[in-house]
């Protein structure tokens, strides 16, 4: 295998960059309805990307390790994940009262985003498999 844990540590940073930037263009357009949607369509966008840099960087951040080791990493991270953002959108729903839809759509847009960047940063990328 010719790829390393920095290499997958860079290629999860930019998919949560392209959350970011879908979490901050869905707020832009909900400035339309108002700056309470924004703030909401930002939290449910920002709640996904902090679960998937958290997830990342359980899965990446302490370095190379064996197989079974890495495996639990990726699945403890998954969970913290949807323990952050099952968390977050509570907050941010039911704790924080901000409006329900935007908060959903600046979610379900960061998670859009999450498929298409892989899409797009498997392609750019240079790290190789031998499989």
Do not use: D, E, H
Not at 74 to 97: C, D, E, F, R, S
């Amino acid at each position: 295998m010719l790829n390393s844990a920095k290499a997958g540590w860079r290629l999860a940073l930019r998919a949560v960059a392209f959350q970011v930037a879908a979490a901050l263009a869905t707020a832009a357009a909900g400035m339309t309805l108002g700056p309470r949607a924004a703030l909401a369509a930002l939290a449910g966008g920002g709640t996904l990307a902090l679960g998937s840099l958290v997830a990342a960087w359980g899965a990446f951040g302490v370095g190379v390790s064996s197989g079974g080791v890495a495996l639990a990493r990726l699945l403890l991270g998954t969970a913290v994940k949807w323990l952050i953002v099952v968390v977050g959108l509570y907050l941010a729903m039911a704790v924080w009262k901000l409006p329900p839809v935007p908060v959903l759509a600046g979610a379900a847009m960061a998670a859009a985003a999450f498929l298409v960047s892989m899409r797009f940063v498997a392609k750019r990328s240079t790290t190789r498999t031998n499989a």
